[in-house]
């Protein structure tokens, strides 16, 4: 692995991203609005602002899950 990348866990998946990509960036990298998701990142469930100031690091567990609206 590069000194410029990392690997972290998304929803099961690996992925190996830039060294100190923001957890915003990452989630629309998967083509998500961040707006409607809800993030687990290594075991906790981060606020909504949290997403702004996560930036992830090698090793970083995350779930995402997509809000859908329905009725």
């Known amino acids: ?8 866990e998304a929803n099961g998946e690996s ?5 100190a990509m923001p957890l915003r960036r990452f989630i629309e990298s998967q083509g998500l609005p961040p707006a409607h998701v809800v993030v687990e990142h290594n075991g906790r469930a981060l606020p909504r602002d949290a997403i702004d100031r996560t930036v992830l690091k ?4 995350l779930e995402i899950l997509r ?5």
Do not use: C, K, Y
């Open 15 to 19: 992925f190996r991203i830039a060294a």
């Open 1 to 8: 692995m590069s000194e410029n990348t990392v690997t972290v």
């Open 67 to 71: 809000i859908v609206a329905g009725g």
């Open 58 to 61: 090698d090793g970083d567990r």
